[in-house]
């Protein structure tokens, strides 16, 4: 069964970065497109970035030039870097297969103010 966990979330202030991974099961990894997906309070969960399992990725126009996404297919993990953090970035964070999503995590907070 096919899982994800996400971590390393936390409080940091506007300006600042932090990175987020996430950890899922040995199904074919490799073969999937992974996405970071986020969603803050009374908002609808959105899609921040994408990248297929040759390595293109692809952002939301609010996060390109300040977030990283990248995978390491050998470890089925994958990982969020997030620069000049804006606090409109806050929410909870997660990962999964795109388009079409399995069973979600618990997602990993991220907070960003003064």
């Known amino acids: 069964q096919v899982y994800f966990v996400e971590s390393g979330g936390g409080l940091v202030h506007p300006g600042g970065s932090l990175r987020v991974s996430c950890a899922t099961s040995?199904?074919?990894?490799?073969?999937?497109?992974m996405a970071w997906y986020r969603q803050a309070p009374g908002k609808q969960r959105e899609l921040v970035a994408l990248?297929?399992?040759?390595?293109?990725?692809e952002y939301a126009d609010l996060v390109k030039g300040r977030f990283t996404i990248s995978r390491d297919n050998a470890k089925n993990m994958g990982s969020l870097q997030m620069n000049s953090l804006k606090s409109e970035d806050t929410a909870v964070y997660y990962c999964?297969?795109?388009?079409?999503?399995?069973?979600w995590g618990q997602g990993t907070q991220v907070t960003v103010s003064s």
């Open positions: 999964n297969f795109y388009p079409s999503n399995l069973r």
């Open positions: 990248i297929t399992g040759s390595g293109h990725t």
């Open positions: 040995g199904i074919a990894f490799k073969q999937y497109t």
